[in-house]
């Protein structure tokens, strides 16, 4: 059974930090490509940042230079640090590896 669990979320004034982290299990983590998505309120899902099994990264423009996702093959973790963060970033995040997902974790920033 693949279970994805995240961390990390919260409120934060704009300008902050949050680091998201991820714990996969049932699942051969290396082999696999992930992703962070995120969902603001009446806003579609959205991929936010991506990592394939290789390492090599890919994010969507408008978190480019502030937001790095990385992972931990040996401890099946990944993570997302979230710099400068903007209030347009609020959403709930969810980790993925195709077609599972985890339950979400709420990043709310203040103007």
């Known amino acids: 059974q693949v279970q994805l669990v995240e961390s990390g979320g919260g409120l934060v004034q704009a300008g902050g930090s949050l680091r998201l982290s991820c714990a996969a299990s049932?699942?051969?983590?290396?082999?696999?490509?992930m992703g962070w998505f995120r969902q603001a309120p009446g806003k579609q899902r959205e991929l936010v940042a991506g990592?394939?099994?290789?390492?090599?990264?890919n994010y969507v423009d408008s978190v480019k230079g502030r937001f790095t996702i990385s992972r931990d093959n040996g401890k099946n973790m990944v993570y997302l640090q979230m710099n400068s963060l903007k209030p347009e970033d609020t959403g709930v995040y969810y980790c993925?590896?195709?077609?599972?997902w985890g339950q979400g974790t709420q990043v709310t920033v203040s103007s």
């Open positions: 993925s590896i195709i077609p599972y």
């Open positions: 049932g699942i051969i983590f290396s082999i696999n490509a």
């Open positions: 990592i394939s099994r290789s390492g090599r990264t």
